[in-house]
């Protein structure tokens, strides 16, 4: 069975209410991704846990503050064993940088745009969203998080690049509004898709049937 490119959302705040989805996801996807509702309320103990359980673990913490202390939260991100950590662009050159410089060698970095993907696709935001792309370039950042309608324009500044929005065909896109469907998004360019609730709710198809 081939293992799918998709880090699955643990979009709630404990572990344990994920315990059945991750049993029948373990092997068919590439990895999980903890965020700010889970790492808050469990702590650093969530991506241990699931590191122990042989998980590849995107922590998405989107940091953004002076470089200082971006980078010293980097350290600790890669101390606890993430292999993948969000940093908000907007936090500036010398705090990527200096992640960047600091980081363990087993952590991945992501340059998040100010742009995500609830808000809609507009001409304005795709050039901020370049720009911003530019910056993290300059700053040696590994990869960024790219909304669906700047995928193709992506792929021609960075390798990696993890792809949120994503929705199956005909399903509800709730708060998102810069959407794309899995097969769309991988041929547009992405490396990896984040999946969250159209994980849950169609998790027999996404692990028989979905096609990546
Ligand atoms: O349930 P759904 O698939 O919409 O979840 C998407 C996940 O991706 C959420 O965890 C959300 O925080 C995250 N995300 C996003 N847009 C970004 C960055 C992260 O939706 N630009």
């Known amino acids: 069975m081939s293992v799918k490119p998709i880090f699955f959302a643990l979009d709630g705040k404990h572990l344990d ?3 059945r989805e991750l049993e ?3 092997g068919n996807i590439y990895g999980v991704k903890v965020g700010l509702e889970m790492f ?5 103990s969530s ?3 699931l590191k122990k359980d042989g998980w590849n673990v995107f922590l998405d ?3 953004h503050d002076i470089p200082n202390t971006v980078q010293a939260a980097t350290i600790s991100a890669g101390d606890i064993g993430a292999d993948y950590l969000t940093i908000h662009i907007a936090s500036g050159k010398e705090a990527l940088l200096a992640a960047k410089e600091s980081k363990s060698e087993n ?3 992501l340059g998040v745009s100010t742009a995500l993907t609830s808000k809609a696709y507009s ?3 795709s050039q901020k969203v370049y720009e911003e792309f530019l910056l993290a370039k300059e700053s040696k950042i590994d990869g960024v998080i790219c909304p669906p309608s700047e995928l193709v324009k992506t792929k021609e500044l960075f390798e990696l690049i993890v792809t949120p929005g994503i929705r199956l065909k005909n399903e509800d896109s709730h ?4 959407i794309t469907t899995p097969e769309k998004a991988i041929r547009d360019g992405a490396s990896y898709l984040v999946m969250g609730r159209s994980v849950r709710q169609n998790i027999n198809y996404v692990v028989e049937k979905l096609k990546l």
Do not use: A, R, W, Y
Request: glycine share 4%; aromatic share 4%.
């Open 17 to 19: 209410n994920f315990s």
């Open 24 to 26: 029948i996801l373990k």
């Open 40 to 44: 808050t309320s469990e702590g650093p």
């Open 47 to 49: 991506v241990e846990k």
């Open 61 to 63: 913490l989107k940091l």
């Open 107 to 109: 952590l991945k970095l």
């Open 123 to 125: 001409p304005e935001i």
């Open 175 to 178: 708060d998102q509004k810069n």
